[in-house]
């Protein structure tokens, strides 16, 4: 499995390698060892699921707040997403800043997303579909959000982004400079 950094401490890129023939490919999708060696000892809970049908969708940006945080494992399996993460650690030398990458089910590859990031995308394709790996469950309390555009993080989202898809609550989100500091105040590289 190949592995990726980012500017940005915390978030990995994994792409599993396949092994082809005449009749497709087999892959190992996750290692827990490889994951684990990478991104540190976080445990799995819940796989979730999600579907855009319409080319623009945009979904995010999400957070779970402590103590019910979750980190999420993404990879598209049908589609194609414009996938990011944005780091809301308050004491982090990187607040503010994002990371994205394209997934599709062709490259194979999967974002990590680890707590203290908030989480969003963009369906590339018609019937885009996600499927991702959370290390924690869902908690209707501590379920929070920030601006897909605000302005300060400026994530260059595909020119393809349709407003008009948000959900109402994701329209509701503040901008970086109106969040809480969900995320300590604890020193991060």
């Not at 490919?25 to 290692?31: L, P």
């Not at 995308?121 to 790996?133: D, R």
């Not at 993080?153 to 898809?165: H, M, Y």
């Amino acid at each position: 499995m190949h592995t990726k950094s980012f500017g940005i401490a915390g978030p990995k890129l994994f792409q599993p390698r396949r092994f082809a023939d005449a009749r497709g490919y087999f892959c190992e999708t996750f290692r827990a060892d490889v994951f684990a060696a990478h991104c540190g000892p976080f445990d799995f809970v819940q796989d979730n699921e999600s579907l855009s049908e319409t080319v623009g969708t945009i979904r995010g940006l999400h957070f779970q707040t402590p103590p019910h945080v979750q980190g999420k494992l993404v990879r598209c399996t049908a589609g194609a997403i414009f996938d990011v993460a944005v780091d809301i650690r308050v004491a982090s030398s990187t607040y503010g800043q994002w990371v994205g990458e394209i997934l599709t089910p062709a490259n194979g590859m999967q974002m990590w997303v680890p707590p203290g990031f908030a989480h969003g995308f963009c369906s590339l394709e018609p019937n885009s579909v996600i499927a991702y790996k959370v290390t924690g469950y869902y908690n209707a309390a501590c379920d929070q959000g920030l601006a897909w555009d605000d302005p300060a993080i400026g994530i260059l989202w595909p020119d393809v982004a349709d407003r008009t898809t948000l959900s109402a609550k994701d329209r509701m989100h503040p901008v970086l400079a109106d969040l809480p500091a969900y995320f300590g105040t604890e020193r991060v590289a």
